[in-house]
């Protein structure tokens, strides 16, 4: 999740049509490129980052950040399904048996108020407001030079 939010913001910041390949975004974030690979990946498949194929193709952002909130990144890279899912061993726990009646999985209940509790607060901050929480911590200037860097085509000098 933090990776997926970190190579979205990343992305915000790009020039218009430019885009950055996944192996120069694993050594700026310093982790494995072939596990951001799969992040990226799922981050295309739910239209959050935009995916250019060729020689000079990469990534780039699909929409606004401000478009963006933390629920859909996790929704991306966590799926969008619960995140708990009873094996219904109350009766094995209460009788020592399953007999197949169980009434209802009280761990469940908690757990499904916690996953809306979850929902509603990653759903409610945008991308757009944590960069700006960002900008207010930390000077950004050496990220938007080394993007401008890695951005700008290298002249070739011939001599």
């Known amino acids: 999740m933090e990776q997926a939010v970190y190579v979205i913001l990343l992305l915000s910041r790009l ?64 799926g969008k399904g619960s995140i708990f899912n009873s094996q219904y061993l109350i009766n094995d726990f209460v009788e020592g048996k399953d007999n197949g009646n169980e009434q209802e999985c009280v761990i469940s209940e908690v757990m499904d108020t916690v996953e809306e509790k979850l929902r509603s607060a990653l759903t409610s901050v945008t991308l757009d407001q944590l960069l700006q929480k960002i900008e207010k911590i930390y000077d950004i200037s050496q990220l938007d030079a080394w993007i401008a860097e890695v951005t700008t085509p290298k002249t070739v000098t011939q001599g």
Do not use: C, W
């Open 15 to 78: 020039p218009q049509g430019k885009t950055l390949n996944s192996m120069t975004i694993s050594a700026r974030l310093g982790v494995s490129q072939s596990y951001l690979k799969k992040i990226i990946k799922a981050l295309v498949r739910e239209h959050l980052v935009d995916s250019a194929p060729g020689k000079n193709g990469g990534f780039s952002s699909a929409r606004p950040l401000s478009q963006i909130n933390m629920y859909q990144v996790f929704g991306a890279i966590e």
